[in-house]
T-cell receptor, first 112, second 110 residues
Framework: SQTIHQWPATLVQPVGSPLSLECTVE??????LYWYRQAAGRGLQLLFY??????ISSEVPQNLSASRPQDRQFILSSKKLLLSDSGFYLC???????????FGSGTRLTVV | KQEVTQIPAALSVPEGENLVLNCSFT??????LQWFRQDPGKGLTSLLL?????REQTSGRLNASLDKSSGRSTLYIAASQPGDSATYLC?????????FGTGTSLTVIP
């Protein structure tokens, strides 16, 4: 069966520090991978999605970047965090959308 | 770009009531639509997935319907329980992306 792992669960980082969040999927190959952010009291915002290794699409301009170095690994990064980067970050995968999305458990990021 | 609206934004009901959550979307060219549940501070749990060729999908006390041509979906929860308290999100899929509404926050009062 397919599983998705996302870590860390919580993170407190100072402004200006770098960020690296990792997401991995098991039990499938060539999944579509997604990073979402959920700010307090707001809906889910799609940040990046990837349909294959090295293929990244960005939905909104921001202080973040994403990479897909391996088929089932998706990384969200920042060189210098801003206060506005605080939020709940969710990774998800889908099998070209046919069977829907499966989400990871999320990372609560607080930038101080 | 797909716009998703969920009504009501919040709902509080006594235990045992049947209730309906509404979702509307602007782009009817969808492949499928998924309903999720999110507990506070947690990730999203998939409840139901309806393919564009289907009219409805059922799982236990949950029933989701889809009217693709009018851009609407409803989630029906029968005999609500306090454990159903959560935020419910609908997400139509127009290709490689699902778009989310802001959800309906449900509170079921014992």
């Amino acid at each position: 069966s397919q599983t998705i792992h996302q870590w860390p669960a919580t993170l407190v980082q100072p402004v200006g520090s770098p960020l690296s969040l990792e997401c991995t999927v098991e039990g499938t190959s060539n999944p579509n991978l997604y990073w979402y952010r959920q700010a307090a009291g707001r809906g889910l915002q799609l940040l990046f999605y990837s349909v294959g290794i090295g293929q990244i699409s960005s939905e909104v301009p921001q202080n973040l970047s994403a990479s897909r170095p391996q088929d089932r690994q998706f990384i969200l990064s920042s060189k210098k965090l801003l206060l506005s980067d605080s939020g709940f970050y969710l990774c998800a995968w889908s099998d070209v959308g046919i069977y829907g999305y499966t989400f990871g458990s999320g990372t609560r990021l607080t930038v101080v | 770009k797909q716009e998703v609206t969920q009504i009501p934004a919040a709902l509080s009901v006594p235990e045992g009531e049947n209730l309906v959550l509404n979702c509307s979307f602007t782009d009817s060219a969808i492949y499928n639509l998924q309903w999720f549940r999110q507990d506070p501070g947690k990730g999203l749990t998939s409840l139901l997935l309806i393919q564009s060729s289907q009219r409805e999908q059922t799982s236990g006390r949950l029933n989701a319907s889809l009217d693709k041509s009018s851009g609407r979906s409803t989630l029906y929860i029968a005999a609500s329980q306090p454990g159903d308290s959560a935020t419910y999100l609908c997400a139509p899929n127009t290709g490689n992306q699902f778009y989310f509404g802001t959800g309906t926050s449900l509170t079921v009062i014992p």
